[in-house]
């Protein structure tokens, strides 16, 4: 890990001690601000490139990934994906494809709308509504050349989602409203894209507005090392604007000549393997899967293995609803004919029987089954007394999203909100609405339900309302990641200051009948309350911590004394007692 001015060097995974002496800053303020990034790790806990990225760019410094030789770089995985893929094909059966793109960018900059543009700049003269189908990828054509585009969120708190796109795409479009500039979203997802090795295409948004300062935002890219063609860098940056569908097509173009200058490839006869882009269960289909492939080509009747889901495809379809019979490299495609839903992320790959796909499908289903056993099992029963006794302290939940891709990220965030002293429990992670089954697991296990962009049936509502479940619905996952970590903030142990209320010498030892060796003292400084905390000290030694069990003025129980007063003071189970001692009386606050 080396340095160079403000640019850092850092590896894929970096020690959050080593990473604040790199900076010259104090842990504890790096534990800090990773906290305000939603990160919680320990002073000896390692974080990723991307966090540590984004992390440092905040104290001014520009993180690089550090220089790896091209043969550990594969064995990392650090390569594009689209080489991995195709690592063990004839590279004479390579032909160019098209390229996968991602759009990522600051919230509220126009990627939706750059989007919308983009789709519209495609759809022919009668066709409207365009596409038909939303399938989470789509294609559309420049110059007789097809452009494959991932729809993946851009919201900064879809952080894994957006980093699974950059990795999954060849080219990222990077986004940046020309009024508003590089902001703290930009400088993650220019971290997520560098990360990857994925190369960057800078959409200048809104230049058609009276405020927009064009120059000023090619400045913050130089000083982030993408340096504008225009400036003598390697970074293409396309003003346009989404609103005006102005210069849609020169961004379309741009993707083809980095494309070209990155000679993305892939055998089309070769086997058939790609990336789960989408997957839902239909009441009417059976599952539904959005495929994209990158190598190969898939055709209907193919028999496919995505994670520990398989099935003979009974139809395909492209990204407006067509039924197509095959789909070569870059195509997205819905199918049917899965027979369980896989996650988004998932490979898959295509099978010569379907005793083969049960049979890795069983293979991988025992690893899993292999890898639960061997976590340490704890009932309820035993994790609720635990709890009680402040021996284990954890938030229990149950998370219902609508599509399996909102449920990936959602589950990332949150275990990453459970990484502190205060443990975060999924105890079942599943798409659809709310159901009776998940309040009674729910009332069973003492568990939170939250919903993302779903409903909660009527009996669910009502069940809950008897058993005192909690359910939660959210449509904005920043809303629901806030309030967890509420919740857990409100589980933890507060944090206790000591206040000195008064000190006291003592000047002489008695026995009383009733409350066995009593001290006589004077108060010197303050005053000392019954009930409060006490600290005996003999020279420099402390010979007693504890309750300051009895206190009496003469004959009177008194609940204070104040400085000048004398006073005998009694200690709970201690006796040692020697004329001399000092006593400080002091409470917890």
């Known amino acids: 890990m080396s340095s160079n001015g403000n640019r850092i060097e850092l590896p894929a995974s970096v020690v959050v001690r080593d990473l604040a002496q790199k900076i010259e800053k104090s842990p504890i303020d790096l534990i800090k601000k990773l906290m305000t990034n939603g990160v919680m790790a ?39 994906m689209w080489r991995q893929l195709i690592a063990g094909e004839d590279k004479a059966q390579l032909k160019a494809r098209p390229p996968v793109v991602t759009i990522l960018g600051h919230v509220d900059h126009g990627k939706t709308s750059l989007l919308d543009a983009i789709r519209s700049t495609d759809v022919a003269a009668g066709e409207a509504g365009g596409i038909t189908q939303h399938i989470g ?52 997802a220019i971290a997520h894209a560098k990360a990857a090795r994925v190369p960057i295409v800078v959409a200048l948004n809104k230049v058609d507005k009276a405020n927009a300062n064009p120059d000023r935002v090619k400045q913050q890219l130089a000083e982030l ?70 190598n190969g080509t898939l055709e209907s009747g193919d028999i496919v293995v995505a994670g520990i889901a398989h099935g003979k495809l009974r139809a395909i379809s492209d990204y407006k609803g067509r039924p197509i019979k095959k789909a070569g490299p870059s195509t997205p495609v819905a199918v049917m004919g899965l027979s369980d839903v896989p996650s988004a992320g998932d ?34 029963e035993d994790l609720f007394s635990k709890v009680q006794a402040g ?59 939250i919903g993302f962009n779903v409903q909660a049936d009527v009996d669910a509502r009502r069940m809950a309302e008897k058993e005192g479940v909690d359910i939660r619905l959210y449509e904005i996952i920043y809303r629901m990641t806030e309030d ?38 004077r108060v010197t400084d303050g005053e000392l309350k019954r009930g409060a905390k006490v600290r005996l000290y003999r020279s420099a030694d402390i010979v007693y911590e504890g309750d300051l069990s009895s206190l009496r003025h003469e004959k009177d129980d008194v609940k204070e004394i104040r400085q000048g007063y004398e006073c005998g003071v009694g200690f709970k189970n201690f006796s040692d007692i020697q004329p001399g001692d000092t006593l400080v009386c002091y409470v917890l606050e």
């Open 42 to 80: 320990t002073i000896n806990q390692a974080v990723d490139y991307d966090t540590a990225a984004i992390v440092v760019a905040e104290y001014g410094f520009e993180a690089v990934p550090e220089a790896v030789e091209e043969e550990a770089q594969e064995e990392a995985g650090e390569v594009p």
């Open 391 to 449: 021996e284990a302290k954890e938030l229990n939940l149950i998370v219902k999203a609508d599509v399996q891709g909102s449920l990936d990220p959602i589950i990332t965030e949150l275990n990453k909100l459970g990484a502190g002293d205060i443990g975060l429990k999924i105890l079942h992670a599943e798409t659809g609405n709310i159901g009776n089954n998940d309040v009674m697991l729910a009332s069973a296990s003492k568990a939170i339900l």
């Open 225 to 294: 090392e993408l340096v504008p063609d225009d400036w003598g860098g390697n970074t293409m940056v396309v003003p346009v604007s989404a609103k005006q569908k102005q210069g849609i097509d020169d961004l379309l173009e741009g993707v083809l000549l980095v494309a070209d200058s990155a000679e993305i490839k892939a055998n089309p006869g070769g086997k058939v393997i790609g990336t789960v882009i989408e997957a839902e269960l239909d009441k009417s289909k059976g599952v539904l899967a959005t495929l994209l492939v990158q």
């Open 484 to 521: 967890i970590e509420k919740a857990l903030k409100g589980m933890l142990e507060p944090d206790y200051v000591e206040k000195i209320l008064g000190k006291a010498t003592v000047l002489q030892v008695f026995t009383a009948s009733k409350f066995g060796r009593v001290a006589g003292c």
């Open 347 to 380: 490979l898959f790959e295509v099978v010569e029987s379907e005793k083969e796909a049960r049979s890795i499908v069983g293979e991988r289903q025992e690893t899993l089954k292999t890898q639960a056993q061997s976590r340490k099992k704890v009932s309820l």
């Open 137 to 188: 990828a789509y294609q559309v054509e420049m110059k007789g050349r097809l452009i494959t585009f991932l729809d993946t969120p851009g919201h900064a708190a879809f952080t894994q989602m957006r980093a699974r796109g950059a990795q999954g795409a060849d080219i990222v479009i990077l986004v940046v409203a020309a009024d508003d500039g590089v902001m703290p979203q930009t400088r993650e």
